[in-house]
């Protein structure tokens, strides 16, 4: 039981970090400002009345017309975003290896992971995502969004900032990681007088002073002022001979 609640529970958590990792437009295309004179085309099933109306979410039923649908792919290319399907199935097969391998002997596991791996492809088709995303991306953004956007990705900074985003976007979690992990050590750590239990699961404070040595006292002795060391009495010398 423990092991199936763990490969699901490694399934439920390695999807969104496949979105996350991939280069995806999800992360990256932003709609595009409108300029004056030009509106998005509404989606279907919202109105331009009542506030709330604005606050629902577009509808994904319709499927968009052949050129924007072009459009769509095309910056989908542009962007990778076409590529999110192997990149989730390629996170979830690693992910499922990674919990099989603990279960399974090698000689089974690359026999397990053969009959998977074909039925995970013919179930859910890397291209199937790619369908998806095609009514998500028309449901939010305009004919003229998509062209704009294609306009920029296609010129040398839109190519840069495909380039660049990716490491921008790993670089600036490691630091907010290393960041928030010093912030939860420092708070448990403060909580130990509270819950003792922490003491045992926290790994060494680098900052602490050195522990006293069991038997000790509170205060370290001080330590005996250095003496000069004794020095040999010089020899005594001999009495010269008397001069005739």
């Given at each position: 039981?423990?092991?199936?609640?763990?490969?699901i529970a490694s399934l439920l958590f390695?999807?969104?970090?496949?979105?996350?990792?991939?280069?995806?437009?999800?992360?990256?295309?932003?709609?595009?400002?409108?300029?004056?004179?030009?509106?998005?085309?509404?989606?279907?099933?919202?109105?331009?009345?009542?506030?709330?109306?604005?606050?629902?979410?577009?509808?994904?039923?319709?499927?968009?017309?052949?050129?924007?649908?072009?459009?769509?792919?095309?910056?989908?290319?542009?962007?990778?975003?076409?590529?999110?399907?192997?990149?989730?199935?390629?996170?979830?097969?690693?992910?499922?290896?990674?919990?099989?391998?603990?279960?399974?002997?090698?000689?089974?596991?690359?026999?397990?992971?053969?009959?998977?791996?074909?039925?995970?492809?013919?179930?859910?088709?890397?291209?199937?995502?790619?369908?998806?995303?095609?009514?998500?991306?028309?449901?939010?953004?305009?004919?003229?969004?998509?062209?704009?956007?294609?306009?920029?990705?296609?010129?040398?900074?839109?190519?840069?900032?495909?380039?660049?985003?990716?490491?921008?976007?790993?670089?600036?979690?490691?630091?907010?990681?290393?960041?928030?992990?010093?912030?939860?050590?420092?708070?448990?750590?403060?909580?130990?007088?509270?819950?003792?239990?922490?003491?045992?699961?926290?790994?060494?404070?680098?900052?602490?002073?050195?522990?006293t040595p069991s038997g000790a006292s509170g205060s370290a002795p001080?330590?005996?002022?250095?003496?000069?060391?004794?020095?040999?009495?010089?020899?005594?010398?001999?009495?010269?001979?008397?001069?005739?």
């Amino acid at each position: 039981m423990k092991f199936g609640n763990a490969l699901i529970a490694s399934l439920l958590f390695c999807v969104p970090a496949a979105i996350a990792q991939a280069p995806a437009a999800s992360t990256q295309v932003k709609p595009a400002q409108h300029q004056p004179g030009v509106s998005a085309t509404p989606s279907a099933g919202q109105s331009q009345g009542s506030p709330s109306d604005s606050l629902a979410p577009p509808s994904l039923a319709e499927k968009p017309d052949p050129a924007k649908e072009a459009a769509i792919r095309h910056l989908m290319d542009l962007t990778d975003g076409s590529k999110l399907g192997d990149t989730i199935t390629t996170v979830i097969t690693n992910q499922v290896r990674t919990v099989m391998g603990r279960a399974l002997p090698p000689d089974q596991l690359t026999a397990f992971m053969d009959t998977f791996s074909q039925r995970f492809a013919a179930s859910a088709p890397p291209k199937a995502v790619a369908d998806a995303e095609v009514p998500i991306y028309s449901a939010h953004l305009s004919t003229d969004d998509i062209k704009a956007l294609i306009q920029f990705f296609e010129s040398p900074l839109g190519q840069r900032e495909l380039k660049a985003m990716p490491l921008i976007a790993q670089e600036s979690e490691k630091a907010g990681g290393d960041i928030d992990q010093k912030a939860v050590l420092q708070v448990l750590r403060g909580m130990t007088d509270t819950y003792p239990q922490l003491k045992q699961m926290l790994p060494p404070d680098s900052n602490a002073p050195p522990a006293t040595p069991s038997g000790a006292s509170g205060s370290a002795p001080t330590p005996a002022p250095p003496t000069a060391p004794k020095l040999a009495p010089a020899p005594t010398p001999a009495p010269s001979a008397p001069q005739k």
